[in-house]
Nanobody, 119 residues
């Protein structure tokens, strides 16, 4: 059973920074991709950033240049460094992992961590 545990959320002023962590119960390289999604009140969950097993990254246009996704396999952890935060970044942030199988991909989610950016 795959477990993902997020941490690092909190309250920060606009322009500030936070670093989110996602600790996995297995090697981060064992997943085809890992990523961060977020969901603001009344909105659909949206992709923030992903990192593939080969190391390639992908970002939502709204966070490019401000957020950085990285991983540390020794710690089985994926990070999301968030700089120049804006009030519109306020959301619950979820860690995601994709594991491809012959029967189709399996997706795993963490419990989420709240990020609140005040103006």
């Amino acid at each position: 059973q795959v477990q993902l545990v997020e941490s690092g959320g909190g309250l920060v002023q606009a322009g500030g920074s936070l670093r989110l962590s996602c600790a996995a119960s297995r090697s981060v390289f064992s997943f085809n991709a890992m990523g961060w999604y977020r969901q603001a009140p009344g909105k659909q969950r949206e992709l923030v950033a992903t990192i593939a097993s080969g190391g390639s990254t992908n970002y939502a246009d709204s966070v490019k240049g401000r957020f950085t996704i990285s991983r540390d396999n020794a710690k089985r952890t994926v990070y999301l460094e968030m700089n120049s935060l804006k009030p519109e970044d306020t959301a619950v942030y979820y860690c995601n992992a994709r594991l491809s199988r012959a029967s189709g991909p399996n997706y795993y989610w963490g419990q989420g961590t709240q990020v609140t950016v005040s103006s």
